[in-house]
T-cell receptor, first 112, second 113 residues
Framework: GNSVTQMEGPVTLSEEAFLTINCTYT??????LFWYVQYPGEGLQLLLK?????DKGSNKGFEATYRKETTSFHLEKGSVQVSDSAVYFC???????????FGRGTSLIVHP | KAGVTQTPRYLIKTRGQQVTLSCSPI?????VSWYQQTPGQGLQFLFE???????NKGNFPGRFSGRQFSNSRSEMNVSTLELGDSALYLC????????????FGPGTRLTVT
């Protein structure tokens, strides 16, 4: 079956630090990959996506590259802000099933 | 454009009762999916509705059911509540079924005592 593994949090950073949140996956076929963000008290928001190998998704300074050879989709940001504090979810949808599979989420805490 | 709305936002029920949660999708969106989010299990897919028909179903017992109306609004029902049903229930809408892009509501926080 499909699965998504994210690094455990919380990840604690100072403002303007570099962020990496690791995500690896197993899936049948060629999945589409997503990062969602959940701010406190809110639902998930789609942050970025990539639908084929070597695609780079980007939004609001966040980037992730679909690496088929390493089955990874790591989230990066060059300079985090306090407002980026949230829980980040990696997810996939594979062609065989349109039921999305989510990782357990990684909490990010950014200090001023 | 208004986002996905869910009502109520918070709910406290007693074990054995039943509960109905409501979701209004983004205008023009025809697919609605439901998820359960708990600290222990993470985010789990419940079911998806499109054109008033259930198109996909996750691995949940029959106590969990839903429906969709002709205006795409959806309701989710949980009967015979158990303590383990305490969770954040999220609704997500998309333009079409089997869509890669879903837009989530803020959720309904259900507490079963």
């Amino acid at each position: 079956g499909n699965s998504v593994t994210q690094m455990e949090g919380p990840v604690t950073l100072s403002e303007e630090a570099f962020l990496t949140i690791n995500c690896t996956y197993t899936a049948t076929g060629y999945p589409s990959l997503f990062w969602y963000v959940q701010y406190p008290g809110e639902g998930l928001q789609l942050l970025l996506k990539a639908t084929k190998a070597d695609d780079k998704g980007s939004n609001k300074g966040f980037e992730a590259t679909y690496r088929k050879e390493t089955t990874s989709f790591h989230l990066e940001k060059g300079s985090v802000q306090v407002s980026d504090s949230a829980v980040y979810f990696c997810a996939l949808i594979s062609g065989g099933s349109y039921i999305p599979t989510f990782g357990r989420g990684t909490s990010l805490i950014v200090h001023p | 454009k208004a986002g996905v709305t869910q009502t109520p936002r918070y709910l406290i029920k007693t074990r054995g009762q039943q509960v109905t949660l409501s979701c209004s999708p983004i205008s023009g969106h025809r697919s609605v999916s439901w998820y359960q989010q708990t600290p222990g299990q993470g985010l789990q897919f419940l079911f998806e509705y499109f054109s008033e028909t259930q198109r996909n179903k996750g691995n949940f017992p029959g106590r969990f059911s839903g429906r969709q109306f002709s205006n795409s609004r959806s309701e989710m029902n949980v009967s015979t509540l158990e303590l383990g049903d305490s969770a954040l229930y999220l609704c997500a809408s998309s333009l079409e079924q089997f869509s890669y892009e879903q837009y989530f509501g803020p959720g309904t926080r259900l507490t079963v005592t």
